[in-house]
C-alpha cells in the first residue's frame, strides 16, 4: 500500500533540495496506478531543476488536438519515475496541425520526444451522418493522409522522436448508431484506422505509436468524460492520461538507452514450487495443473523475453549440483543452462552475486531486473 502523503512530502523535499527523488520514492511512482496521486505528484514535479549536471534531462514537447495541460503532470510523475528529468513543453490550443507541419516546437530547438496526443474529433466530423457510416471511411482515409503528410514534413525537419497512439471511439458515437449492422461497420472501420495509425510506425522510423486502446483494455478507467471534454476540450479522464504517459515513458527509456537488459530470476518458489533442497527434484512443483502450470507459463515469458535479446541471470542459495541435476532432466523445465548467461548458484548473498554477474555481463547494476519471491532478498 502506497502511503501516499509520505510520497508526495518526499517528492516537496527533493524539488526543493534541486535534486531527483531516492529510487523508493521513483520506484513507488512507477509502479503507482492512482491518477489522483499521479496528478499531484507531476505538479509538484513540474517544479523540479536539479541543482547539479548528474542528471541528463530530456525534453517532452506535446502537440494536442485538444487541451493539453493534464497531460503534462502525467507526463512528469511517469518519466521521474524511470529517473529520468522531464523538461515539458506545451504546444498553443488548436495549432495541433500547424506545430506537426512546421516542426517548430520550442525557441530551443529540438525536443527529444514529441508526444502527439489525439482524440477522436481530429478523424470524426461533426456533422456526420449515422444512416451513411460507410461513408466515413473515406474520411478517415482522407485524416489519415493529412496526418501522414504531416509527420513526413515533421521528420525531415527534426530529429525527435514522435509518439502518437491509438485512438478509442467515444461511447458517445458507438451509441449514436442505432443499427447493429451500421454500429457494427463503424466499428470495422474505426479498427481499420487505428490500425493504419499503429502502421505509421513502420513508415518512418522516427515515429512510435503505442497502443493506448489496449492499454484501456486492461486498466480500470474510462476513456473520456464527456462532461470535462465539453467543458474543457480535455480528450480524456486523468486515468487514460496516466496509461498514456506510462507508455510514452517506455519509448522515452528505450531512446535513452534506460531500458531493462537482464532479467535475474531465483528458482526456489519463482521458477518452480517448493524448495528443492527439502522435495528433491521430482518433488517441486513445475508443470500439469495449478500451481505447477504458474510456474511453466512464467518460464515461457522469461524464455520469450531471451529470444527478444533479454539476458537471463540465474541468482539462487542452493546446491548446484541439485540445480543442475533439475535444470538438465526435470522434463517441464523450460529454461535449460544453456538459457542463462550467467549462473550464480551457491550460498553467498544475492546482492553480491548481482554485482558480480552486473562485472561479468559488462552491465549496470541498473540494467538489471530481479525477481524473487522473498521480500527480504529483493530489499537487499
Known amino acids: 500500500m502506497i502511503d501516499v502523503k509520505a510520497i508526495l512530502g518526499a517528492l516537496r523535499a527533493a524539488v526543493d533540495a534541486g535534486s531527483l527523488p531516492e529510487p523508493v520514492?521513483?520506484?513507488?511512482?512507477?509502479?503507482?496506478?492512482?491518477?489522483?496521486?499521479?496528478?499531484q505528484a507531476g505538479r509538484i514535479l513540474s517544479r523540479?531543476?536539479?541543482?547539479?549536471?548528474?542528471?541528463?534531462?530530456?525534453?517532452?514537447?506535446?502537440?494536442?488536438?485538444?487541451?493539453?495541460?493534464?497531460?503534462?503532470y502525467f507526463l512528469h510523475s511517469a518519466l521521474v519515475g524511470a529517473g529520468v528529468l522531464p523538461l515539458v513543453g506545451l504546444s498553443e490550443y488548436g495549432r495541433f496541425e500547424l506545430a506537426l507541419g512546421s516542426a517548430t516546437f520550442t525557441a530551443d530547438g529540438d525536443p527529444d520526444v514529441v508526444s502527439c496526443l489525439m482524440d477522436s474529433s481530429y478523424f470524426l466530423p461533426a456533422d456526420w451522418d449515422p444512416t451513411d457510416v460507410e461513408a466515413l471511411g473515406g474520411r478517415f482515409e482522407s485524416r489519415l493522409a493529412d496526418l501522414r503528410g504531416l509527420l513526413?514534413?515533421?521528420?525531415g525537419r527534426s530529429a525527435a522522436t514522435f509518439v502518437l497512439h491509438t485512438i478509442p471511439l467515444p461511447a458517445v458515437v458507438r451509441d449514436t448508431v442505432i443499427g447493429w449492422r451500421s454500429r457494427t461497420a463503424l466499428t470495422r472501420l474505426w479498427y481499420r484506422l487505428n490500425a493504419d495509425i499503429l502502421g505509421l510506425a513502420q513508415e518512418y522510423r522516427q515515429v512510435a505509436v503505442v497502443d493506448l486502446v489496449g492499454e484501456l483494455a486492461e486498466t480500470p478507467a474510462t476513456a473520456r468524460d464527456d462532461r470535462l471534454h465539453h467543458f474543457g476540450d480535455?480528450?480524456?479522464?486523468?486515468?487514460?492520461?496516466?496509461?498514456?504517459?506510462?507508455?510514452?515513458r517506455r519509448v522515452v527509456q528505450?531512446?535513452?538507452?534506460?531500458?531493462?537488459?537482464?532479467?535475474?530470476?531465483?528458482?526456489?518458489?519463482?521458477?518452480?514450487?517448493?524448495?528443492?533442497?527439502?522435495?528433491?527434484?521430482?518433488?517441486?512443483?513445475l508443470g500439469g495443473l495449478y500451481p505447477g502450470r504458474s510456474y511453466a507459463e512464467l518460464q515461457h515469458t522469461a524464455h520469450r523475453l531471451h529470444e527478444q535479446g533479454v539476458l537471463l541471470v540465474l541468482v539462487s542459495k542452493n546446491d548446484p549440483d541439485l540445480v543442475e541435476e533439475v535444470i538438465a532432466e526435470h522434463p517441464a523445465m523450460v529454461l535449460r543452462g544453456e538459457t542463462f548467461a550467467v549462473r550464480a548458484v551457491n550460498w553467498g548473498p544475492k546482492p553480491a552475486n548481482l554485482?558480480?554477474?552486473?562485472?561479468?555481463?559488462?552491465?549496470?547494476?541498473?540494467s538489471f531486473v530481479f525477481m524473487d519471491d522473498s521480500e527480504f532478498e529483493r530489499e537487499q
Open 25 to 39: 520514492v521513483r520506484s513507488a511512482l512507477a509502479m503507482a496506478n492512482d491518477p489522483v496521486m499521479m496528478r
Open 48 to 72: 523540479l531543476r536539479p541543482s547539479d549536471n548528474t542528471v541528463h534531462p530530456v525534453r517532452v514537447h506535446v502537440l494536442a488536438t485538444g487541451t493539453p495541460d493534464p497531460f503534462q
Open 152 to 155: 513526413a514534413m515533421a521528420v
Open 234 to 248: 480535455i480528450p480524456y479522464t486523468d486515468g487514460a492520461l496516466l496509461a498514456l504517459a506510462q507508455q510514452v
Open 254 to 285: 528505450s531512446r535513452l538507452g534506460l531500458s531493462r537488459k537482464v532479467l535475474a530470476v531465483d528458482l526456489d518458489n519463482t521458477l518452480w514450487g517448493g524448495v528443492v533442497a527439502e522435495v528433491g527434484g521430482h518433488g517441486i512443483e
Open 355 to 366: 554485482r558480480k554477474a552486473a562485472h561479468m555481463l559488462d552491465l549496470s547494476p541498473e
